[in-house]
């Protein structure tokens, strides 16, 4: 506790824990948040324990780069991340110069936050959508179990690849729908083709097997909250809700951002003589920025 | 330098944002190639996944103690952070690594 040297300890002015109040209730705030996640994390790893057979494989549902064809796991979360991580940077760069009551290097860092922040959340729109239109496609059981095509090899097929044939078919189904008897009646025809569950030991059904699963068996293709052509149905879900519930912290932090940075602009900081809110507004985008190493640790990499 | 000064100038920020690069550059790269050697099981988990998990800390800590200027916080401030989370968040694992496996008996 800091004393005020020219009265009591009662008279006011003190700042417990040498912290502005604001600071500090963005701190308890900020411990409420993490214990928050860290609940949503642990119930994720909870139910991917128990469904593990089932339970896809991360580096096999995102796999795609804008502009580049073909399978690039990781590689979009990976630049996520570098966006974040950057952001941060600048972040603590405003908050720097704010120290220093320099007003014009402040609003310029706060400018390159906000950016960054916007690169973010438009990144993870186009991985939702990606998400939810699909890419391999998948078969649902009537034991509701989903799986994937494979050749004899192993490989995973996409639906365009098993109805239209390996030449003219695409590697992801794109913008193609397809029926469940054309795709079911392939399957059938083609002696090569198996079905694989989409964990992470890929398991492949014998051909008999095949053909005895796909009595009562339908195509699905992308994902949402009642189907999931990737595999497991709470995979789906998790994912919506953990990074649905970041990404709302992100635009939440953009918004609080763009507060901040027009303030700056008007100089309230400046007649205040203290840049304590972009101290307050960038514990607030460390944070979503520390949850999303967590994110991208449990969700894409382990 | 106190510990309760933060440091000056810029230098600093930009040295924690290299490492926070090349922690994440190597976790990518393991997430791609994955090495056999490390897929070893160890304490009901892969070499990989701890390896994983390790970083990630890392790289949470050095988030915490430096961009979030927690370092330089009195102590005080610092523990009425730092307890509940690093209490609460092992023990709700713990709960879960020790008892998760009763799902399996429904």
Same mark, same amino acid.
Request: proline fraction near 2%; aromatic fraction near 16%; avoid cysteine.
């Given at each position: 506790?800091?004393?005020?040297?020219?009265?009591?300890?009662?008279?006011?002015?003190?700042?417990?824990?040498?912290?502005?109040?604001?600071?500090?209730?963005?701190?308890? @705030?900020?411990?409420?948040?993490?214990? *928050?996640?860290?609940?949503?994390?642990?119930?994720?790893? @909870?139910?991917?324990?128990?469904?593990?057979?089932?339970?896809?494989?991360?580096?096999?549902?995102?796999?795609?780069?804008?502009?580049?064809?073909?399978?690039?796991?990781?590689?979009?979360?990976?630049?996520?991340?570098? %966006?974040?991580?950057?952001?941060?940077? *600048?972040?603590?760069?405003?908050?720097?110069?704010?120290?220093?009551?320099?007003?014009?290097? *402040?609003?310029?860092?706060?400018?390159? *936050?906000?950016?960054?922040? %916007?690169?973010?959340?438009?990144?993870?729109?186009?991985?939702?959508?990606?998400?939810?239109?699909?890419?391999?496609?998948?078969?649902?059981?009537?034991?509701?179990?989903?799986?994937?095509?494979?050749?004899?090899?192993?490989?995973?097929? /996409?639906? /365009?690849? &098993? %109805?239209?044939?390996?030449?003219?078919?695409?590697?992801?189904?794109?913008?193609?729908?397809?029926?469940?008897?054309?795709?079911?009646? /392939?399957?059938?025809?083609?002696?090569?083709?198996?079905?694989?569950?989409?964990?992470?030991? #890929?398991?492949?059904?014998?051909?008999?097997? =095949?053909?005895?699963?796909?009595?009562?068996?339908?195509?699905?293709?992308?994902?949402?909250?009642?189907?999931?052509?990737?595999?497991?149905?709470?995979?789906?879900?998790?994912?919506?809700?953990?990074?649905?519930?970041?990404? @709302? #912290?992100?635009? /939440?932090?953009?918004?609080?951002?763009?507060?901040?940075?027009?303030? &700056?602009?008007?100089?309230?900081?400046?007649?205040?003589? =203290?840049?304590?809110?972009?101290?307050?507004?960038?514990?607030?985008? #460390?944070?979503?920025?520390?949850?999303?190493?967590? &994110? @991208? =640790?449990?969700?894409?990499?382990? | 330098?106190?510990?309760?000064?933060?440091?000056?100038?810029?230098?600093?920020?930009? !040295?924690?944002?290299?490492?926070?690069?090349?922690?994440?550059? $190597?976790? +990518?790269?393991?997430?791609?190639? !994955?090495?056999?050697?490390?897929?070893?099981?160890?304490?009901?988990?892969?070499?990989?996944?701890?390896?994983?998990?390790?970083?990630?800390? $890392?790289?949470?800590?050095?988030? $915490?103690?430096?961009?979030?200027?927690? !370092?330089?916080? +009195?102590?005080?401030?610092?523990?009425?952070?730092?307890?509940?989370?690093?209490?609460?968040?092992?023990?709700?694992?713990?709960?879960?690594?020790?008892?998760?496996?009763?799902?399996?008996?429904?």
């Amino acid at each position: 506790m800091t004393k005020n040297k020219t009265s009591g300890t009662w008279s006011g002015g003190n700042e417990p824990m040498n912290s502005e109040y604001g600071k500090m209730m963005m701190w308890f @705030f900020l411990i409420s948040d993490a214990l *928050t996640f860290s609940g949503f994390l642990t119930a994720y790893a @909870f139910v991917r324990f128990r469904f593990d057979i089932q339970w896809p494989v991360a580096e096999d549902v995102f796999t795609h780069f804008p502009g580049l064809e073909g399978d690039q796991p990781l590689l979009y979360v990976a630049f996520m991340t570098f %966006v974040l991580i950057m952001s941060s940077v *600048t972040m603590v760069l405003a908050v720097n110069a704010g120290h220093q009551l320099k007003k014009n290097v *402040t609003a310029w860092w706060m400018v390159a *936050t906000i950016i960054g922040g %916007v690169i973010f959340v438009s990144s993870q729109a186009w991985e939702w959508y990606h998400f939810i239109i699909g890419d391999k496609g998948g078969i649902e059981l009537s034991s509701r179990e989903v799986m994937k095509v494979a050749n004899g090899d192993g490989d995973v097929l /996409s639906l /365009s690849q &098993v %109805v239209q044939g390996m030449e003219k078919g695409h590697s992801a189904n794109h913008e193609l729908m397809f029926s469940d008897e054309e795709v079911l009646k /392939s399957i059938r025809a083609n002696n090569n083709l198996v079905l694989q569950s989409p964990g992470k030991e #890929h398991i492949s059904f014998t051909r008999e097997a =095949t053909i005895k699963a796909l009595d009562g068996a339908h195509v699905i293709q992308g994902a949402n909250m009642h189907h999931n052509e990737y595999g497991k149905q709470q995979f789906a879900n998790f994912f919506f809700f953990i990074t649905g519930f970041h990404g @709302f #912290h992100v635009f /939440s932090g953009v918004v609080l951002n763009v507060m901040v940075f027009y303030n &700056v602009m008007l100089g309230t900081y400046d007649r205040r003589k =203290t840049y304590g809110m972009v101290e307050k507004v960038g514990l607030y985008w #460390h944070f979503v920025d520390l949850v999303w190493v967590f &994110v @991208f =640790t449990f969700f894409y990499l382990v | 330098m106190s510990d309760h000064e933060s440091p000056q100038g810029t230098a600093w920020i930009w !040295k924690i944002f290299w490492l926070l690069l090349a922690i994440t550059t $190597v976790e +990518v790269v393991l997430g791609i190639i !994955k090495p056999e050697i490390l897929l070893t099981s160890l304490a009901g988990t892969s070499i990989l996944n701890l390896i994983f998990i390790g970083l990630t800390l $890392v790289k949470a800590a050095y988030i $915490v103690q430096y961009f979030m200027h927690l !370092k330089y916080e +009195v102590n005080s401030l610092k523990y009425a952070i730092y307890l509940p989370v690093l209490i609460l968040i092992p023990y709700l694992t713990f709960i879960l690594i020790f008892e998760g496996q009763a799902i399996f008996e429904f």
